[in-house]
C-alpha cells in the first residue's frame, strides 16, 4: 500500500540547490533577456520549484551596456519615479536612464518582473548587473548560459 502513496516534496532553504550563472547581455532584446533573467532568478527552470521558497539561482548579467530595445522605445519609453513630495512626479526616458547607468536598465525590467513582495525583494538581491565584461564573481565559477540557444 505504501507504494502508491506519493508525497510532494516542498524545497525549503535547507534541500535548495543554488548556483551561479553567468548571462551575456550584448545583443540582447531587453525584455527577452529580462524574462529570462527572472525564470532563472525564481527557479522556475527546476524541477523541485516552490513558489513561497528562493530556489533559483545567483544570475550575473554582463555587457549590460550592449542590450537592443526595438522600435522607438529609446526616445518613447518613460521610467517614473516619484521623490514623495507634492509635485514630485520625475521621469526619464531609456536614452536619459541608459546613459546615467545601462545597468538599472536591466534592473528596473528585471524587478518588474518578480514578484512585488519580500520574496520578491530577496529574489532581486541575487541578481548582480555589470558593464563591461569583467565581473567580480570569478571564485563562484559561474556556468554560462548562452540565451541564443537556450528555448
Known amino acids: 500500500m505504501d507504494t502508491l502513496s506519493y508525497k510532494?516534496?516542498?524545497?525549503?532553504k535547507a534541500t535548495v540547490n543554488k548556483e551561479w550563472v553567468l548571462i551575456d547581455a550584448e545583443g540582447q532584446t531587453l525584455g527577452r533577456l529580462a524574462?529570462?533573467?527572472?525564470?532563472?532568478?525564481?527557479?522556475?527552470?527546476k524541477p523541485n520549484f516552490t513558489p513561497h521558497v528562493d530556489c533559483g539561482d545567483n544570475v550575473i548579467v554582463i555587457n549590460s551596456e550592449k542590450i537592443k530595445l526595438s522600435g522607438n522605445k529609446w526616445s518613447d519609453k518613460s521610467?517614473?519615479?516619484h521623490t514623495g513630495y507634492p509635485g514630485g512626479q520625475r521621469s526619464l526616458t531609456a536614452t536619459e536612464l541608459f546613459s546615467k547607468d545601462p545597468a538599472r536598465l536591466v534592473e528596473k525590467s528585471v524587478k518588474g518582473m518578480?514578484?512585488?513582495?519580500?520574496?520578491?525583494?530577496?529574489?532581486?538581491r541575487n541578481l548582480n548587473v555589470v558593464v563591461g565584461a569583467e565581473h567580480s564573481h570569478e571564485a563562484q565559477k559561474p556556468?554560462?548560459?548562452?540565451?541564443n540557444e537556450v528555448n
Do not use: D, M, Q
Request: proline share 3%; net charge positive.
Open 8 to 12: 510532494t516534496i516542498s524545497a525549503n
Open 79 to 81: 521610467y517614473i519615479r
Open 35 to 45: 524574462s529570462r533573467v527572472a525564470i532563472l532568478l525564481r527557479g522556475k527552470h
Open 114 to 124: 518578480l514578484p512585488k513582495n519580500k520574496l520578491g525583494a530577496a529574489l532581486f
Open 143 to 147: 556556468i554560462t548560459i548562452n540565451l
